[in-house]
């Protein structure tokens, strides 16, 4: 295989990290309004839009910053261009930063019930097919892992065989919607699906990213997994409730 993996479209040949990028908000998108229209939504319809509007500013510009406090390192050293270092996005700042939007939108609109659960599935789903994205990408998306001697090692085009770190986050979220599917219904709050969601991935980001050849300037750890340690300490009081609950307790409602 040779990376990038140029998708064909007709008579177009699509770059992989623009195809499933694209893909993975549509197909996103897509089941959120399924399970809306299946699953009790506790938003109202005059609030709605407001709420997804703060999601997607936030999560624009999350994503753009955590990129940049990530890749300073880099763009100083000459590893990264430019246009690089300022058109890069980062995941976790996309999620940290939807949801400071989400609950900024909610202050200003009045909305004090909790709206995250239905996003969970619907994440899961964009972050998988975006991470295929990453990995056809190849070199080019700085999401690859270090060197290994494993036998699921790939060589993305410079001779080293190396940890796809893309396909572990993408398993890793058939898991998490898996877990999120049977938890379902049984959790103590409103929005504690969502809150074991963000807890799950931001846990899991600070372990993989052990894996991958990122400067860490700071007592050994990148300026991502700095922002992974903020955002479990945001979720540090829910802890004990989301990992220590009795079942059959009746969901409570949430203001956040």
Known sequence: MTFPLYIPLGPWQVHPHFFFETLAYFLGARLYFVLKRRWADPLQSSTRLGVIAGAALGAGLGSRLVHLLDEW??????QVTTASLLTGKSLV???????????????????????????????CLGIFVGRLGC??????DHTYGVATSLPWGVDFGDGVRRH?????????????????????????????????F??????????????????????GLSGIQWVCVAGLLYYA????????????????????
């Open 135 to 140: 990995f056809f990408t190849g070199l080019e």
């Open 198 to 219: 963000m807890v799950l991935d931001l846990t899991f980001r600070l372990g993989v990213d052990l894996l991958k050849p990122d400067p860490r300037p700071l007592l």
């Open 237 to 256: 009081r829910d802890l004990p409730r989301l990992w220590l609950r009795r079942p059959g307790l009746p969901v409570q409602t949430d203001a956040r």
């Open 93 to 123: 700042g996309g999620l940290l930063g939807g949801l400071l939007g989400v609950e900024l939108a909610k202050k200003l609109l009045g909305e004090q019930r909790s709206t995250g659960d239905l996003f969970v599935l619907p994440l």
């Open 164 to 196: 796809p770190t893309q396909l572990y986050e993408a398993a890793f979220m058939v898991f998490v919607a898996a877990l999120s599917l049977v938890l379902r219904g049984r959790e103590l709050r409103q929005g504690d699906l969502f809150r074991r």
């Open 73 to 78: 390192p880099l763009w100083l050293e000459g």
